[in-house]
């Protein structure tokens, strides 16, 4: 068919072939004596095969529409051999696999990895630096300097929280902000029994931290003690990891101090005391203090009263009332590991330390050893949440308590009092 022709006209698709480009004639073709076949010999007793190489022979000169016939016939005979190889080498047999790759929906973190050193803590120090402060304050003796963090908002005032014993002498108080602002302090008052101390500023447009819990500490948690950053050089910061969560220390007063959070790291130095301990969030979790320890192993430590102790004293000291400290009479408690809980049929608890003599704990019959499971209808899943609810508690009041004693469950009430003097 000629480029220019329809598709209505009759005819095959493509034209035939001339003869002479066929390796077929069809006997009306065939001039006499012609053979049939382009390789076949006139004489049938000669041979046929090898004439069909032999007796080819440069063709005349064809219109254009033969030569593009003869490529399509040839594409699909090429076409179709192909696919019979592939066939037969089973090339069209192999089974194929689609390989989808899968990205991870969040990362795996184990207890190495949380406690090792990658913890970004330059950016949680830079956080937490405008809600620490320095105190100056003006003694008989010289100026003692310490650190102090932002605590509570009143209506003209902001309240700083700090060691106790860095204002428990008197004397004028200055506190000066990362700002560079310096402002006279009033001290609203201090505790002794939790060594620590409120005092009052003019407010400001100041950054208050996030509160966290000691409830929400384990063992081996990283954690960070914040001093506040001076005109000499950026502050002290001193990492650590979590190695107690109710710890007890003895005092060269002849006291001792009882649910403290313990830090694995160095003493900190005294321009330090009374600055922030936070978690790898920026939380603060604890308010650092400076201890004359009895115990020479105590003297390498970092001690801090819980965050959950500090709000009940400072709500107290800003009331103006006298400061009270819910006392079971349980220290040093540890957290249950999963694998004596496990064995405990338990999902979580407190394990008692050590139990002071003449307490609410000893006159229950609580023992060392014996595991806090419940305190105020609420459930104790470690040391940290046992200092969380006592917290909460009312010192006189009756409050519902379970715990496991000789492999026994045992719920009852306990009256909690008041922290006597010297505990």
Same mark, same amino acid.
Do not use: C
């Given at each position: 068919m000629e480029p220019d022709d329809g598709p209505e006209e009759e005819g095959p698709f493509f034209a035939w072939l001339p003869p002479d480009d066929r390796l077929w004639r069809h006997p009306s073709e065939a001039a006499d004596g012609e053979p049939l076949w382009a390789g076949d010999n006139p004489d049938p007793s000669g041979p046929r095969?090898?004439?069909?190489?032999?007796?080819?022979?440069? %063709?005349?000169?064809?219109?254009?529409?033969?030569?593009?016939?003869?490529?399509?016939?040839a594409g699909l005979v090429g076409a179709l051999a192909a696919s019979g190889v592939g066939m037969v080498s089973g090339m069209f047999a192999q089974p194929t696999t689609v390989v989808s790759a899968v990205m991870p929906t969040g990362p795996v973190v184990s207890l190495a990895s949380a406690t090792n050193s990658t913890v970004d803590?330059?950016?949680?120090?830079?956080?937490?630096?405008?809600?620490?402060?320095?105190?100056?304050?003006?003694?008989?003796?010289? #100026? !003692?300097?310490?650190?102090g963090v932002l605590f509570m908002a009143g209506t003209s005032k902001v309240y700083v929280?700090?060691?106790?014993?860095?204002?428990?002498?008197?004397g004028a108080v200055d506190v000066t902000f990362l700002s560079? #602002?310096?402002?006279?302090?009033?001290? *609203?008052?201090?505790?002794?029994? &939790?060594? /620590?101390? /409120?005092?009052?500023?003019?407010?400001? $447009?100041?950054?208050?931290?996030?509160?966290?819990?000691?409830?929400?500490?384990?063992?081996a948690?990283?954690?960070? !003690? *914040?001093? %506040?950053?001076?005109?000499?050089?950026?502050?002290?910061?001193?990492?650590? &990891?979590?190695?107690?969560?109710?710890?007890?220390?003895?005092?060269? &007063?002849?006291?001792?101090? #009882?649910?403290?959070?313990?830090?694995?790291?160095?003493?900190i130095p005294g321009s330090a005391a009374g600055g922030p301990l936070v978690d790898q969030q920026g939380q603060v979790v604890g308010i650092t203090v400076s201890l004359d320890a009895t115990d020479p192993s105590d003297q390498d430590l970092t001690f801090a009263v819980p965050?959950?102790?500090?709000?009940?004293?400072?709500?107290?000291?800003?009331?103006?009332?006298? *400061?009270? $400290?819910?006392? /079971?009479?349980?220290?040093?408690?540890?957290?249950?590991?999963? %694998?004596?809980a496990h064995q405990l049929g338990l999902t979580g608890g407190a394990l008692v330390g050590q139990v002071w003599p003449d307490s609410p704990a000893s006159r229950l019959g609580l023992d060392a050893n014996d595991v806090i499971t419940s305190?105020?209808?609420?459930?104790?899943?470690? &040391?940290?949440?046992l200092t969380q609810l006592l917290c909460q508690a009312q010192p006189g009041h009756r409050t519902v308590i379970a715990y496991l004693h000789n492999g026994k469950l045992v719920q009852t009430s306990v009256v909690v009092?008041? #922290?006597p003097p010297g505990y």
């Open positions: 095969g090898p004439a069909l190489v032999t007796t080819l022979l440069p %063709a005349p000169p064809r219109p254009v529409t033969r030569i593009w016939g003869v490529a399509i016939i803590w330059t950016a949680v120090d830079d956080a937490i630096a405008p809600s620490v402060v320095s105190i100056g304050v003006s003694t008989a003796s010289g #100026q !003692a300097s310490g650190s929280i700090t060691d106790s014993s860095l204002v428990d002498g008197g560079g #602002q310096q402002y006279q302090a009033d001290i *609203v008052g201090y505790d002794q029994t &939790s060594g /620590l101390a /409120l005092i009052a500023v003019p407010r400001r $447009h100041q950054i208050f931290p996030t509160l966290g819990s000691v409830a929400d500490l384990q063992l948690n990283p954690v960070l !003690a *914040v001093g %506040a950053r001076t005109a000499a050089g950026p502050g002290s910061v001193f990492p650590g &990891s979590i190695s107690a969560e109710d710890s007890e220390v003895g005092l060269t &007063s002849g006291s001792a101090m #009882q649910n403290l959070i313990t830090v694995s790291n160095a003493s965050v959950d102790v500090a709000k009940q004293v400072a709500t107290q000291l800003l009331d103006r009332v006298a *400061v009270t $400290h819910p006392w /079971l009479g349980v220290y040093d408690a540890q957290d249950l590991t999963s %694998a004596v305190f105020n209808g609420e459930p104790v899943t470690s &040391s940290g949440t009092s008041d #922290q």
